[in-house]
Every structure is written in structure tokens, then in C-alpha cells.
């Protein structure tokens, strides 16, 4: 199983930005893929699980309302809008795989490599 994040970069408080993560290598109907992001000096956080074969969704609080978790069943994408961005905001961001709870409890199958997204002020 292989998870690749793109999308990431610099933009200035307010903006927004899409992730994108690209899933490969078996079936998920059974999975979830969440994002996760990690600042410096800081544990990483789960933000944003949705089950694959159904599309349910949960978020962490801090970003319901701001940031958009979806899938493509047909290109196998799960991408991450993000909207009103904070400084706060500031961190590597990874997307994940495996069982719902165990996403969301930040003990996925399979990590992704990250993507850098920074926030200016």
C-alpha cells in the first residue's frame, strides 16, 4: 500500500489550500483514509478521517467548519480542503490508512510521506 500527498506550500493567513492523497496498491472497501499534521516540537494530530466505501466522515474539532475532507472512488484520492487558514495552521501534513477507529486513534495501517504547508501572517 502506497499513500502520496501533494498540494502542499506557502500561503498567507486567510487562503486556502487542497491536499491531495493519492492511494495505491489493494482494495480499501473495508479502510478509512485520514490527514494528520505534525509542527515542529509538537505530537502529531489527527484532523480528518472518511470511510472509503461509504464516505462517512469525523473531524477534529478544531478544524470542523474550516477544512473539507473527500474522495474519488474513481481516481482512489482523498483530498483535504482547507479554508481560513491560521498560522496555527503551520505543519507537515500526512495522510493515512487503515481501520476507522484505529485512524482516528492515530494507529493507521500505511502513512504517506508529508507535505510542507505554511501560513504567513
Known amino acids: 500500500v502506497q499513500l502520496q500527498a501533494s498540494g502542499g506550500g506557502l500561503v498567507q493567513a486567510g487562503g486556502s489550500l487542497r491536499l491531495s492523497c493519492a492511494v495505491s496498491?489493494?482494495?480499501?472497501?473495508?479502510?478509512?483514509v485520514g490527514w494528520f499534521r505534525q509542527a515542529p516540537g509538537k505530537r502529531r494530530e489527527f484532523l480528518a478521517v472518511?470511510?472509503?466505501?461509504?464516505?462517512?466522515?469525523t473531524y477534529q474539532p478544531s478544524v470542523t467548519g474550516r477544512f473539507t475532507i473527500s474522495r474519488d472512488n474513481v481516481k482512489d484520492t482523498v483530498d483535504l480542503q482547507m479554508n481560513s487558514l491560521k498560522p496555527d495552521d503551520t505543519a507537515v501534513y500526512y495522510c493515512?490508512?487503515?481501520?476507522?477507529?484505529?485512524?482516528?486513534?492515530?494507529?493507521?495501517?500505511?502513512w504517506g510521506q508529508g507535505t510542507q504547508v505554511t501560513v504567513s501572517s
Open positions: 493515512a490508512s487503515g481501520r476507522w477507529r484505529a485512524v482516528i486513534g492515530a494507529r493507521p495501517d500505511y
Open positions: 496498491g489493494r482494495t480499501f472497501s473495508d479502510k478509512a
Open positions: 472518511i470511510n472509503w466505501s461509504g464516505g462517512e466522515t
